[in-house]
C-alpha cells in the first residue's frame, strides 16, 4: 500500500478543483457558510445535487450499472475530501446513500428500474422513517401497522425524528405486517410517496431554532403492495443492512478535519489572555492538539477496519458501529470546543442569519454565525441513528461476544 | 486505501506467534521473570538461528532480511501480546536502528552480531536531568591524544545489565541542549571506568543508571561524528518509539480478550458479571481505545516505512495517543478482574505493569502532545513558506 499519490489520482484531484472552482459559485459558497443543520436546507440541496448530478458525480459510491461513476476507492476518498475542503453543501443521504443500496440488494428488476434513475436525477427526495414516538433505541417496537387489503397496504401510525419530510416527496419505512413471534419477525419495509392520501407532516422546532425534523402520520394511507421490499415480515433484515450504511457511510476523518481547519480559524482570530491569540494559549494548543490526535485516530482506525471487513472478520461487522460511536462523541468535542472559542460571541442569537433565508448580517466575526446552532444540532448526534448507548450494546455483542 | 500486510508480513506474524504459544507460555514467562539473568539466553539463540528475527530489520547485506519499521511492528505486536522479556526492543530496534545509520566499519561489525544473537545493545542517551529529551545532554567525551575520554552519568537505560555493547551519547561541544557537539560512541560495558547499579523496572525488565569515569574511547569506536548524531538518534528513536506502539498494541489486545474471557467466567449476583451493562460498556470503551491504538501504531510504521514527511509528528501522535490509551484500558482491566486483579499470580497484572512503562518510556503522552504541537507548529510554517 503507499501513501503517496499517483499521478492519476493528481490529476484527477486536479478535475475535482477545477469543477468545483467552476460550479461551486461565490453565491452558493455564501449560502452554504451560513448552514448549520446536520444537512442543507432542501433548495440548496436540489441545486447542489442538480450539479453534481449533470457531472455524473452525484453517486460516487453506486455501481457504474446504476449510474455511479466507476471510480477507485481512493478517488472516491478524493472527492469526499475536496468537497469538505471547498465546504460544499451536504446533501442528505436518506435516497441515495441509505434507500439506493436497499434497492440494489432487495429491490425486483421493476422497483430498481422506476427508483434509482429518478433518485440520481434528484427528481425523488427522500425521507426516512424509522423511529416512532414509543420506539426510539427499541426500534423494533415499533407499532405503526400496514394491513393487506388487496393489491394494498393500509397503513396507519405516526413516525418521528423524519429529517427533511417537509422537503421530500417519497419516504421508505419499517411497519408492522404481523404481531407473531418476535418483535423482529413481523416488520415489513415500504415506500409510499409522500403525496399519498392520509399522510400529513407536523414541524418539530429543534432547540438551535430550524426546522429539520417532523412527525409524519399516516391515517389509512394505501401503498401498494408492490412498493415492498424484500419479503414481508423480513423487513428487520432490510432495515438492518440500511443501518450499517447509515452508520458506518463514507470516511467521518475528512469532515472532522474540516472541522477542526474551522476551528483553527476561529482561533487564530480571537483574542486570548496573555497570548497574541487564542491559537497561541497553551490550554487551547492542548485540548486542539488532542482533538488532532483523536481525529487521526478514527481515520486510520477506519482504513485499518476497512481491510478487515471485506475479509469478512467479526470486527468488520463492528466496524459501522464504532464508526458511528466515535465520530459522533469526537464531532461533539469539536463542536464543543468550537463554541468555547467563540468566547462571548458564542451567545447571541444568530438565527436570522443562518440558513438559506437568511437576511440579517452577522452579529460579531461573520465565523461567529454557526457554530453555536452546530453545536446545539449536533447534540442529536449520539442519539439518532441508533445512540451512543446501542452502539455499545452492538459492540459487546459483535466485537467482544457478550 | 486499506492497511493490509503482505503475505511475507502475515507469515512472519504467525511464525512467530505460534513459536510464542508454544514456548513462550505465561508460566514459561514467568520462570524467567523470577530467574537470573530476567531473560532467556535459550529463547534469544532461538530468536536468533529459529525464527531469524533478530536480522529481521537490517539490510541483507549485513545478514538481516531487508524488513522496515511495517516488519518491526509486525514483530513487536506479536512480542507484545507474549510479554516477552528478551532485549529485542534494545538490541535490534533501537541499537540496532543507530548502527545500522552509522557508517563506521565498527557499526557493520556490531549489526552481524545482533543478527547472530551473540551481541545485544543499550542506548544509553537518557540523563538524570533530562527528563525525556535526548539532547539535554551533559555527558563529556574530551580528546586525550587520538582517543576520547568519557565521563558523565547515564540513567534508567534500558536493557544494559544484558547488554554486551553501550551506544552512548556524549558532548564534544556546544552548550546543554545544543545539536552540535553530540557524538555516538560504542563503550564496552566492563571497561575501566564503567560502573553499572543494574536494577529491575516495574515491568520485571532490565535497566541500570551508569557512570562513566573517565572511560577511555578509541578512535575506531566512535560511531557517530557531530555532523550525522543527531539525525541518527533522532530516526532511532521515532522508529523505536514506533515499536513500542505497536508492542502496545499486543498489549492491550491481551488486556481487552483477558478481561473479555474473565468477566464471562467470574459469576456474582447470580449472573456472570459480563452480563451487566456498565461493565458491557467499559469493555467496549477499552476495545474502541485497543483498536484505536493498532491503528496509530500502524500509521506509525507506514509514514517511517515511507520516510514521510510527518514521520515525526506521525509518531508523536501515535505515542501520545497509545501512552493514554495505556493508562485507561489498563486500569479498565484490573478494576474489572476485581480483587483479583490486582495479584501477581493472574497475567493481567503483568500487562498492566508493562503498559504503564510503556506510556513512559521514549516520554511520555503529555511530552508527545508537547512535541506533537510543536511538530505541527513547524509543519504549518514550512507550508505558508
Redo the contacts between chains.
Sequence with gaps: ????SSDDDEAFRDEVRAFLEAKFTPELRALTARQAGVFADGDLARRWHRILFERGWIAPAWPTEYGGPGWT??QG?IFQEECARAGTPRLPGMGLSLCAPVIMRYGTDAQKAFFLPRMLSGEHYWCQGYSEPQSGSDLASLQTRAVRDGDDYVVSGSKIWTTHAQFANWIFLLVRTSTEGKPQAGISFLVSPMDAPGISVRPIISMSGEHEVNQVFFDNVRVPVANRMGAENEGWTVAKYLLEFERGGGSSGVPLSVALERLVDIARNQPADGAASLYEDPVF??DL??L???V???A??E?????RR?DGES?GNAAAS?KK??ASELGQKIEDLSMRALGLYALPDQRGALGTGANESPIGPEYAVTPTARFLNGRASTIFGGSS?VQ??I??RV???? | ????LTEQQTLLRDSVGRFLSDRYSFEARRQILNGDPGWSPTIWRAFAEELGILGAAFAESAGGLGGDALDTMVLMEELGRALVLEPFLETVVLGGGLLKRCAAPLATETIRGIVEGHTRLAFAYSEPQARYRWDDILTQARPEGAAQVLRGRKSVVFGAPAATHLIVSARTGGGRHDHEGVVLVLVDPKAPGVSLRSYRTLDGRLAADIDFHDVRIPPEAVLATSEVAPGIIEAALDEATAAVCAEAAGILDRL?SDT?AY??ERRQFGAPI??F?VL??R???M??KA??????S??AA??LA?A?ADGAR?VA?AK??VGEACREVGQSAIQLHGAMGVTDELAVSHYFKRAIAIETQFGSAEHH?NR??QL?LGMASKTAA
Design positions: 500500500m503507499a501513501l503517496r476507492p481512493r476518498a494548543r492542548r492538539a488532542r488532532e490526535i483523536e487521526m485516530a478514527l486510520w482506525t482504513r485499518r477496519l476497512a481491510g471485506r470486527i464504532l460511536l466515535c448507548e455499545r450494546n459492540l459487546a466485537a467482544l461476544g457478550l | 486505501m486499506s492497511l493490509d481487552v473479555v468477566t464471562k459480563a452480563s451493562q458491557q460498556h469493555m467496549v470503551n476495545f474502541v483498536q484505536q491504538s493498532a491503528a496509530m500502524h500509521m507506514l509514514k515511507e514521510a506521525s501522535a501520545a495517543y502532545l506533537f504541537q505541527s
